[in-house]
């Protein structure tokens, strides 16, 4: 990890944080409650200055912020009162101000950050286009190609999943088992719709290089390599970004696959990028009978309203990501190991993002993308039910409106200790496994 890379995943951190806090005290400020302080970052102040009454600071470690409001019980926000410090009738402080009103406060920050994900990803997609479930192209050879599905056909839903975005779409794929059909919904421009199960055939045997790949941001990383591939160090490796073969661009499909095809089994000149170091590598090609890809080639599209479309969808995608997660992780799908990630995992990516950067475009646009990921996570996870989140206290407020009375203080402050507890020991647990992916223990 390069101190560049570091130090970007430290300000993405801090950034998402101090907007989240940004969005309580904006709201607070707006209603009128009593605000002690907004600090940036936590532990010791290194700057503070006050005004209106209220103390603005910079803290030292450089994670985190806070907006602690005067009377509102709560480990989340900051520090609690000191007896006598208020007056209790006061009606600007916290627990005085109407329940509505501190509804709105408390969800104003996961809000702030589903905003600032889709500001991200908009920002995005004018500048390189977005990607729309509409049909450009049909593959050939595809399992497409021979069915009622054309052209400037729109892709609605494949396997149940609703498809708005290439998430969707990829999450769709990924929980798609090989031997099973696909069911495919579609709408044509005439408004027409339709739904088709298409079932897996394979494809004759043919020259390949034994590799799955996935696309991210005109990057080709390989996913995969065949069993008999495998060459190790002198072969393709999980993870390598491929940049061309014979001289070919990567991205020209077309023209890869035709100069696979040509080389029989001879040799070919593989231009990789390899744990940021560029690489030739000297392959050839197996013989191998290959299951027909669906084909599904999307349209880029830079028409205003399909940027903001997609802007408005991308978030969504991600949040319903996220959901379908937790369930894969209960039902036991995907491993505690592959699910959580703490901020040693998020400051490895993000210098891995710079490190494995083309250009200083490209490393805008990762990180701007990890941004925008990690503020749809940041908000969705504190909309959870559990102390001391902000879900939590939403929840809280839902009860006292449903008894038509307040919480004793008794259970507010057991039920927040207790969830202080599970974050504390949920942290270290998150940081444990950050270290083991760091280290591969």
Known sequence: MTLLGILAGVLILGLIMVIHELGHFLAGRAFGFKIDQFSIFMGPVLFERERKGIRYNIKAIPLGASVSFAGAESELEGQKDEPGSYDPEDPSLFENKPRWQRAIVIVMGPALNFLTAFLVFSILFMARGAVIPKLGAVQKGSLLESTPIQVGDTITSLNGTRVRTTLDLTIAEMNHQMEDPWLVGYRTPAGDTGQLTVFPEKAPARPMLGITYQTEDDRHMIVSVHPDADRGEAGFKQGDQLLSIEGIPFGDTDRITETIIASGDQPLSCEIIRNGQAMTLTVSPLMIE??????????????????????????VSVFRTTIRGISMLFAGKIGVRDSFAGPIAIVTMAADTVKQGRSLGDVAANLATLLGLLSV?????????????????????????????????????????????FFIVLGVAVILLDLVRLFGW
């Open 290 to 315: 290959a299951d027909k890809p669906l084909g599904l080639v999307l349209t880029l599209s830079k028409k205003p309203g399909d940027i903001l479309s997609q802007g408005v969808h991308y978030p």
């Open 377 to 421: 996570a940041i908000g969705f996870t504190n909309l959870l039910p559990i102390p001391p989140l902000d879900g939590n206290h939403l929840l809280l407020i839902g009860v006292e409106a449903v008894r038509r009375k307040p919480l004793s203080d008794r259970f507010k402050s057991v039920t927040g200790m207790v969830g202080l507890i």
